[in-house]
């Protein structure tokens, strides 16, 4: 395989995006025995054009071989150390209400390059406890996490209302990425942190288009039927 | 206000992708009071060019009017109409985890066209009681709803191991599309429901490489105050 990790001027979010979508296709393609595919292979399975994948790839150097088509657990790699999955950016999670606790018990950190180091909420029914091996901390305990360790990411699931505050905290105290549950667009643009959001409505509203494609095109069948 | 449905051959999933960020935009300027806004600036603001927003938008129709823009009400709602939001699409939940719970409790499902009618569980700490309005049902009663309801999504946030079996008996059910909070990929390729997936850990992925793309540049900035 021939590889080379140099990263160009300004790689579109598009291609970010996609990104993920590769590594997922690649763990499955392993999981299957695959050891090399084409472009045209791997579009067909993405729904993407062969072309569109050599351009996505090229952002970040060559790493087909032409007429040998890619190396599946080479690409694997480069893609995954491209997102940074081998840095073990620390995490913290503030917020232990249904979101926050399902993405403590449920979501594997480590498997994507993160460690998740602690939890914090104000609720006295919660702080002290250890959720699968994180403690949670009260939310007057958060400065002292600074002191000792670098915070790159907080998971930020508190309730709405106190979002842009604990959002501003959290920067404040240099936390370089919020990962946002919360559903509130956070005004923190002063900052330099990165923010992503998880907007369940997005997903929600793509699906009541394609369902409703799906609906008219079977009224539209059933009155053609009805008219026979 | 020129705008016409018409909705034309096959509009391509980027686009539909980009229709809830839109309308996300235009509650945002209706809510700061701004009736009308032209391509250059709402791409402005979204970062995309105003090209693409023609172009987007005359997948569905003509939208604008040129040289005075659009009007932010009517266009929010062609969009909203678009993607089916005045549908009332009926829905139930399987699942009354973590997950499911939060999203019974905190996800507004009425204000994007989608009616929550009953939730599933087998547990018997969780059947029978009601949440924030809605009974959780045992499983075996899930055949019932379908004598007397049409059900068109299915919100899916079971254990992993059985994601696939419950995705199964929904669609011979009749159900239409399949909201997967599973994070398994789902296997009923053979039926024709919709699968619309939650994927945390592609959010979280494309979040990691702006993050290390972050951290590089600071070092390197770090390296070169070093050097002077």
């Excluded at 995490?91 to 950190?109: D, H, S, T, Y």
Aim: overall charge negative.
């Amino acid at each position: 395989m021939v590889g080379y990790l140099v990263k160009q001027a300004k790689v579109s979010n598009n291609v970010i995006r996609r990104l993920p979508r590769y590594l997922r296709k690649l763990d499955e393609l392993k999981a299957a025995g695959v050891d090399r595919i084409s472009s045209g292979e791997l579009g067909r399975q993405m729904g993407l054009t062969s072309s569109q994948i050599r351009q996505d790839f090229s952002c970040f150097g060559e790493f087909g071989q032409q007429g040998y088509g890619y190396n599946v657990t080479g690409l694997r790699g480069e893609i995954a150390s491209i997102l940074g999955m081998n840095r073990d950016f620390s995490v913290i999670l503030v917020g232990v209400g249904n979101i926050g606790r399902a993405m403590i018990e449920n979501f594997c950190f480590e498997q994507y390059g993160f460690h998740l180091v602690a939890a914090y909420d104000v609720r006295p029914e919660v702080v002290g406890t250890d959720i699968s091996g994180i403690r949670v901390h009260d939310i007057s305990e958060l400065p002292r996490i600074f002191d000792t360790s670098r915070v790159d990411l907080a998971v930020l699931s508190v309730p709405k209302l106190i979002a842009n505050k604990a959002a501003r905290e959290l920067v404040e105290h240099g936390v370089k990425g919020i990962w946002n549950f919360t559903n509130v667009e956070l005004d923190i643009a002063e900052s330099e942190a990165i923010v992503e959001n998880i907007h369940f409505s997005d997903s929600l509203l793509a699906l009541g288009y394609y369902l409703s494609e799906k609906l008219d095109s079977e009224a539209a069948a059933a009155a053609k039927n009805a008219r026979q």
